[in-house]
């Protein structure tokens, strides 16, 4: 049965004050083991989702030897472990510094950047990311203060396609034709300074934070204004003695909501993973196709680039991987379908949101747009801007709603999962 019901009113806008806690982020890492039902979780930061083949196979050799041989990419590009022992930490850690994932455990937690995917693969970019990746990790690993910024707290590398540009990063860096836009800040700074202005940009957030007195973990908690966070930025910029110009804002949707979609891209090979959940046959047939690098996509895909690939040779590599589970087919709904780990994994799941959506696929094609799956009211992973949002309840079915789409709110009660395409059909506009 359908029952259409009212829809609480949202929150108000984070930043009309500012957040305060009680507690520092507990936000899991490498060093610091997040206890799940399945077993011990580790979330291991991947900047910008570039991985060497080595680097790869260690990662699948950790899972195998300490956890569920599974490995679940997040909606940032990094990686999960789970199904771990609890006293594994140490030699999850040796396994991850001999593969150079490791760089500094003091900053294991902050390297949160996602990068275009694409970029200086298919020419469609300004300017290649990657010389930027690598300057902001680096100086990331080496900054003291950069230390106390939050497991949450998240950079973008925008290679001016807009993709990802828009995934509600702290501090984004998008490529201009002779420069760099900051946000915040509001400006155009040369390329060179692209990675330091970053950085600038955090060190303004944590100031902030320590002279409000909050423990704010985003940009966003700090209860300023757009205003406000543009001319704290800019102070901090010009005492860092790093040129820049007022630029008007860019628009942040631009790109695709959804990155490269399966199949052959320019100088490689694009892969999604149903559900972000690797199993240990898909992740090595993913190593065993790749030259010398994956990259790990914020929407639970990989790029294989493979410059020169012949077209025979590329479909044999995807025939490969789509015989192994992978989605390979542009046309598939898989990447318009996200859901958190829900049961059993997790104790506060209302049900097995993964399997749910799973045996409903056909729900994706009903609204247009990506449609998530939540085990609970806290949509761990949620999508951000407008999607399909399906909610497990406590006493069983699921709310259905439109989520960041605008318009009226309405919410619909399915009794069931094969439920959830009506409900949808009877919300969309």
């Given at each position: 049965m359908?029952?259409a019901?009212p829809?609480?009113?949202p ?13 520092g982020?507990?936000?899991?890492g ?9 077993g ?9 989702g570039v991985?060497?083949v ?5 990662l699948?050799?950790a899972?195998?030897?300490?956890g ?6 997040t909606?940032?590009g990094?990686?999960q ?7 594994c ?9 001999a593969?150079g ?6 900053h294991?937690?902050v390297?949160?950047?996602v990068a275009s995917p694409l ?7 300004l300017r290649?990311v990657?010389?930027?990746l ?8 080496t ?6 910024l939050s497991?949450?707290f998240l ?7 807009g993709?990802?540009a828009h995934?509600d990063?702290d501090?984004t860096?998008?490529?201009l034709?002779?420069g760099?836009?900051l ?5 155009a700074?040369a390329p ?6 970053a950085?600038a940009?955090?060190e303004a957030?944590l ?9 704010a973990?985003?940009m966003?908690?700090?209860g300023?204004?757009?205003d ?10 010009t ?9 008007d804002?860019?628009?942040?949707n631009s790109g695709?909501?959804?990155g490269p979609a399966?199949?052959?891209v320019a100088n490689?090979?694009s ?6 959940r ?5 992740w090595?047939?993913v ?7 994956v990259?790990l996509?914020?929407w ?5 680039p ?7 040779e ?5 025939a490969r991987?789509?015989s192994?589970?992978?989605v390979t087919?542009?046309?598939?709904p ?8 829900g049961r059993p994994?997790?104790a506060?799941a209302?049900?097995d ?7 409903t696929?056909?729900?994706?094609a009903?609204?247009?747009l990506?449609l998530y799956?939540?085990?609970c009211e806290r949509?761990c992973?949620r999508?951000r ?5 399906v909610?497990?309840a406590?006493?069983g079915g699921y709310r ?15 009794d ?8 949808l ?5």
């Open positions: 359908l029952t019901m829809m609480a009113a929150p108000p806008s984070p930043q009309a004050a500012p957040v305060a806690r009680d507690r982020d507990a936000c899991p490498t060093l610091r083991l997040h206890a799940a039902d399945d011990a979780l580790a979330r291991v930061r991947i900047p910008g991985l060497t080595g680097q790869a196979r260690a699948g050799a899972a195998l030897r300490l569920d041989g599974e490995l679940h990419l909606s940032r990094n990686v472990l789970r199904g771990l022992g609890q006293t930490g140490a030699e999850l850690a040796e396994l991850l510094t593969a994932l490791l760089p500094s455990p003091a294991e937690r390297r949160n950047i970029s200086g693969l298919d020419g469609n970019g290649d990657r010389t930027w690598t300057e902001l990790d680096a100086a990331l690993c900054n003291a203060a950069a230390r106390e497991g949450r950079f973008a590398l925008d290679d001016g396609r993709d990802v995934l990063a501090v860096v998008r490529a034709g002779e760099a836009h946000v915040p800040g509001s400006v700074v060179e300074d692209a990675a330091r202005a950085l940009a955090a957030f100031a902030a934070a320590s002279a409000g007195g909050t423990r973990w985003r966003s908690e700090l300023l204004s757009q406000e966070l543009d001319a704290l930025v800019r102070r901090r910029l005492e860092a003695g790093i040129g820049h110009l007022a630029h804002a860019l628009p942040a695709p909501a959804e399966p199949g052959t490689g090979l892969v999604h993973v149903p559900l972000g690797f199993s240990a046959a898909q090595r047939e190593t065993r196709t790749a030259r010398t690098e990259r996509t914020p639970r895909g990989v790029v294989v493979l410059p020169g690939l012949p077209a025979a590329a479909d044999g590599l995807l991987l789509r192994v589970g992978l087919d542009p046309a598939s898989w990447p318009r379908v996200g859901a958190c780990v994994g997790c506060k209302h049900a949101v993964r399997a749910d959506a799973a045996r696929l056909d729900a994706a009903g609204p247009g990506p799956w939540s085990g949509r992973g999508l801007g407008a999607h399909a949002d909610v497990a406590a006493g259905v709603a439109l989520a960041g789409a605008g318009g009226p709110a309405r919410t619909v009660e399915a069931t999962p094969s439920q959830v395409s009506a409900a059909a009877a919300i969309t506009p």
